[in-house]
């Protein structure tokens, strides 16, 4: 089944304790990219991927890491976590020609206290 | 300036009837890409439809249809015939030409039996 999968799911951490939210697609896309869902906001591009080793900023990179060392993974990592972080996550990917069809992830709900 | 922009954060609509959403945009690039996705309780991103900046016609998909004004900046979901099953979290999305993607705030769409 084609599909883009987040880990973990839910996590609740503490300020400055770093955290890997990893982020898998077995449909050999070449775009990757991470999204935040806030209440009112709607959703922000953190940082996308055009392809193994080639990572962009989006509209809100500060506080975040990405890497993209393989097509079918791109991990976001949070290296000093706060609590304006806390936030709904989005890994999303799609074919470098139909970026129309952006397959997402189920998010993952993080908490930072 | 917002490069998207949903004026509606709430919408009824009777079963059966059609309703509009709006979204208006912002870009200078010629080349972009406009999108409606659904996001329902359960919190999945799901895909609906897509509209080319090149495009000549309106994209059209099942129930959903897009009212793309070219010198407007606008790209209106139209969704005909309501459903329960679309009451849900409404976003629209634009993709401009350096594959950076923008997301509005949202229309929460409630249908009324």
């Known amino acids: 089944e084609a599909q883009v999968t987040q880990n973990p799911r839910y996590l609740i951490t503490v300020t400055g304790k770093k955290l890997t939210v990893t982020c898998s697609q077995n449909?050999?896309?070449?775009?990757m990219s991470w999204y935040r869902q806030d209440p009112g906001l709607g959703l922000r591009q953190i940082y996308y991927?055009?392809?193994?080793?080639?990572?962009d900023k989006g509209d809100v990179p500060e506080g975040y890491k990405v890497s993209r060392k393989e097509k079918r993974n791109f991990p976001l990592i949070l290296e000093s976590p706060s609590p304006n972080q806390t936030s709904l996550y989005f890994c999303?990917?799609?074919?470098?020609?139909?970026?129309?069809?952006?397959?997402f992830g189920p998010g993952t709900r993080l908490t930072v206290l | 300036a917002q490069k998207i922009t949903q004026t509606q954060p709430g919408m009824f609509v009777q079963e059966k009837e059609a309703v509009t959403l709006d979204c208006t945009y912002d870009?200078?690039?010629?080349?972009?890409?406009l999108f409606w996705y659904k996001q329902p309780s359960s919190g999945e991103m799901i895909f609906l439809i897509y509209?080319?900046?090149?495009?000549?016609q309106n994209a059209t998909e099942g129930r959903y249809s897009l009212n793309f004004q070219k010198a407007r900046k606008s790209a209106n979901l139209v969704i005909s015939a309501s459903q329960l099953g679309d009451s849900a979290m409404y976003f629209c999305?634009?993709?401009?030409?350096?594959?950076?993607?923008?997301f509005g705030t949202g229309t929460s769409l409630t249908v009324i039996p």
């Open positions: 999303a990917s799609s074919s470098g020609t139909r970026y129309n069809e952006q397959f």
């Open positions: 449909m050999n896309h070449e775009y």
């Open positions: 991927s055009m392809n193994v080793e080639v990572t």
């Open positions: 870009t200078s690039d010629p080349s972009y890409g």
């Open positions: 509209q080319g900046s090149y495009d000549q």
């Open positions: 999305a634009m993709r401009e030409g350096s594959n950076q993607f923008y």
